[in-house]
């Protein structure tokens, strides 16, 4: 009975100790692993099966190794009282064991989702950091592009030749080119036209009213012509072109406008119309002339025989003197107008203008009685030697100064100056007074033949065009710029030929 009873003691006396250091020892390689990796459900689920089976151990074998002690003491009945109690215990926690291991289900399904939902969220975010750094580069592209866009739009704004406007719906300008302020006569110390009213530069309301009822009834306006006065209150022709925008864009609706200045072209049209006129009176002139031209010599004729007859103290002297003179001036108009439509090449030299000025200026002086005028001279010593017809260009001189004398009366300043430009290989000379000055209605019409602002009997009205004429047949121009109360600039364009003939001695 002993010699049975010792290897079944030995073995569950040791196997109780075993259990129970292997139990601890699993409890300690789980905590070791649950400190590694603290978020690992595993390492967790481990740990407390570890704590439930540690415990189960140390109730189990704490029971054995209590029932081989009383046992072999003889204190068996006292085993049988905390027989039941050790066995509640180890039932206790092989429940709690149990019940881990059942929990645990519920909690690896809940960690499996939200490994998953980890997974998709981490996708999500490494597909939103994709997008976002596309997006940062896409957001740069499209913002350097639109700058740059913006900056050559900009660019073409600001150094257009026309003039572009921005105007809300009350008319006033919200925006315009700096390049072209100058249009409207604004500079730097006379301000700016933003903020004005659009409606103050126009010469004309009525064309104003068509323009509000053409944008309003069609939306846009192409190619009007209007009368934009500056603000000095000279008058500029402009052709108007613009169109409204109601894009949600723009705060509130506005017209884009673009203003052309065709002045220049109005006044090249004139000169061309008034070219036209010239030509036709021309070929009336000629015609006229000779008529009128054989009647005066033979009037002239006959005065003259008359003349010798008569005793130059008697009365009949004096009258045939008078109708010498005045058939004279008669014929001195007709050859003005035959000069006038004679389409003749002038003969022409080598001319030095400077020198030919001088002798404008001799002439003049020695065959004029009103000395308080002053004439000041510039001259450009670079100017070649120029082939033209010199009787002929000194008689537009001739013109062209006396006009001058005329214009500042009595006491002024008559100025005179020549300059060469190599780039355009022309010479200038200009003829400038400080008089009165020509009125803006009589500009286009002072080279007309017979119109003339000088009272009756102090001038035929035929300088101009003849000059006018003279001028043209050399190639050249004539070009007036006046301003009532500040005087009136001529300025005759000659061109420079390449070779000059010389004078054989």
Same mark, same amino acid.
């Given at each position: 009975?002993?010699?049975?009873?010792?290897?079944?003691?030995?073995?569950?006396?040791?196997?109780?100790?075993?259990?129970?250091?292997?139990?601890?020892?699993?409890?300690?390689?789980?905590?070791?692993?649950?400190?590694?990796?603290?978020?690992?459900?595993?390492?967790?689920?481990?740990?407390?099966?570890?704590?439930?089976?540690?415990?189960?151990?140390?109730?189990?074998?704490?029971?054995?190794?209590?029932?081989?002690?009383?046992?072999?003491?003889?204190?068996?009945?006292?085993?049988?009282?905390?027989?039941?109690?050790?066995?509640?215990?180890?039932?206790?926690?092989?429940?709690?064991?149990?019940?881990?291991?059942?929990?645990?289900?519920?909690?690896?399904?809940?960690?499996?989702?939200?490994?998953?939902?980890?997974?998709?969220?981490?996708?999500?975010?490494?597909?939103?950091?994709?997008?976002?750094?596309?997006?940062?580069?896409?957001?740069?592209?499209?913002?350097?592009?639109?700058?740059?866009?913006?900056?050559? =739009?900009?660019?073409?704004?600001?150094?257009?030749?026309?003039?572009?406007?921005?105007?809300?719906?009350?008319?006033?300008?919200?925006?315009?080119?700096?390049?072209?302020?100058?249009?409207?006569?604004?500079?730097?110390?006379?301000?700016?036209?933003?903020?004005?009213?659009?409606?103050?530069?126009?010469?004309?309301?009525?064309?104003?009213?068509?323009?509000?009822?053409?944008?309003?009834?069609?939306?846009?306006?192409? /190619?009007?012509?209007?009368?934009?006065?500056?603000?000095?209150?000279?008058?500029?022709?402009?052709?108007?072109?613009?169109?409204?925008?109601?894009?949600?864009?723009?705060?509130?609706?506005?017209?884009?406008?673009?203003?052309?200045?065709?002045?220049?072209?109005?006044?090249?049209?004139?000169?061309?119309?008034?070219?036209?006129?010239?030509?036709?009176?021309?070929?009336?002139?000629?015609?006229?002339?000779?008529?009128?031209?054989?009647?005066?010599?033979?009037?002239?004729?006959?005065?003259?025989?008359?003349?010798?007859?008569?005793?130059?103290?008697?009365?009949?002297?004096?009258?045939?003197?008078?109708?010498?003179?005045?058939?004279?001036?008669?014929?001195?108009?007709?050859?003005?107008?035959?000069?006038?439509?004679?389409?003749?090449?002038?003969?022409?030299?080598?001319? /030095?203008?400077?020198?030919?000025?001088?002798?404008?200026?001799?002439?003049?002086?020695?065959?004029?009685?009103?000395?308080?005028?002053?004439?000041?001279?510039? =001259?450009?010593?670079?100017?070649?030697?120029?082939?033209?017809?010199?009787?002929?260009?000194?008689?537009?001189?001739?013109?062209?100064?006396?006009?001058?004398?005329?214009?500042?009366?009595?006491?002024?300043?008559?100025?005179?100056?020549?300059?060469?430009?190599?780039?355009?290989?022309?010479?200038?000379?200009?003829?400038?007074?400080?008089?009165?000055?020509?009125?803006?209605?009589?500009?286009?019409?002072?080279?007309?033949?017979?119109?003339?602002?000088?009272?009756?009997?102090?001038?035929?009205?035929?300088?101009?065009?003849?000059?006018?004429?003279?001028?043209?047949?050399?190639?050249?121009?004539?070009?007036?710029?006046?301003?009532?109360?500040?005087?009136?600039?001529?300025?005759?364009?000659?061109?420079?030929?390449?070779?000059?003939?010389?004078?054989?001695?």
């Amino acid at each position: 009975m002993i010699v049975t009873f010792w290897p079944i003691w030995t073995v569950d006396i040791v196997g109780s100790i075993l259990m129970i250091i292997f139990s601890f020892l699993c409890l300690k390689i789980v905590r070791s692993l649950r400190r590694r990796d603290p978020s690992n459900v595993i390492w967790t689920y481990l740990l407390r099966v570890c704590f439930g089976l540690a415990g189960f151990a140390v109730s189990r074998s704490a029971g054995h190794i209590l029932k081989q002690i009383l046992l072999l003491s003889g204190h068996g009945s006292t085993w049988d009282v905390i027989r039941p109690f050790s066995g509640a215990v180890n039932s206790f926690m092989f429940v709690l064991v149990a019940s881990v291991t059942l929990f645990f289900e519920r909690i690896w399904k809940i960690y499996r989702q939200v490994s998953t939902d980890k997974q998709a969220l981490q996708a999500a975010h490494e597909e939103l950091m994709f997008l976002n750094q596309n997006l940062e580069e896409l957001v740069r592209e499209r913002s350097e592009a639109l700058a740059l866009s913006e900056k050559k =739009y900009r660019r073409i704004f600001e150094v257009s030749r026309d003039m572009i406007l921005v105007v809300n719906k009350e008319g006033l300008i919200v925006d315009l080119n700096p390049a072209r302020c100058q249009m409207l006569g604004f500079d730097g110390a006379a301000g700016s036209p933003q903020g004005r009213d659009l409606r103050s530069f126009f010469c004309r309301e009525e064309e104003w009213r068509g323009l509000q009822n053409t944008l309003d009834n069609a939306g846009f306006v192409l /190619n009007a012509e209007v009368d934009l006065c500056r603000l000095d209150g000279t008058r500029m022709r402009s052709l108007l072109s613009g169109s409204v925008d109601d894009q949600p864009s723009e705060k509130e609706r506005t017209i884009h406008l673009l203003v052309k200045d065709i002045e220049q072209r109005r006044l090249m049209q004139e000169q061309m119309a008034q070219a036209d006129r010239l030509a036709s009176i021309g070929q009336l002139s000629s015609g006229i002339a000779h008529e009128i031209n054989n009647p005066l010599s033979i009037i002239l004729g006959y005065s003259q025989l008359l003349l010798r007859q008569a005793s130059p103290e008697t009365e009949r002297h004096q009258d045939l003197k008078t109708i010498e003179k005045h058939v004279r001036h008669c014929k001195s108009i007709v050859e003005d107008l035959l000069s006038f439509a004679r389409r003749s090449e002038p003969k022409k030299e080598t001319v /030095n203008l400077n020198q030919a000025i001088d002798d404008v200026l001799s002439f003049i002086h020695r065959n004029s009685d009103n000395d308080k005028i002053e004439i000041r001279k510039e =001259y450009d010593p670079q100017i070649p030697p120029l082939f033209l017809d010199e009787k002929k260009i000194k008689q537009v001189l001739i013109n062209l100064i006396m006009n001058a004398r005329h214009a500042v009366g009595k006491t002024g300043v008559i100025r005179l100056s020549t300059a060469f430009a190599p780039s355009t290989r022309e010479v200038t000379i200009n003829v400038s007074d400080d008089g009165y000055g020509i009125e803006a209605k009589n500009l286009s019409r002072i080279f007309n033949p017979f119109f003339t602002t000088k009272p009756t009997g102090e001038g035929t009205g035929l300088g101009l065009s003849v000059s006018y004429g003279i001028i043209k047949k050399h190639g050249g121009d004539i070009l007036v710029e006046s301003k009532p109360g500040e005087g009136s600039v001529f300025t005759v364009v000659l061109p420079v030929a390449s070779e000059h003939p010389e004078i054989s001695p």
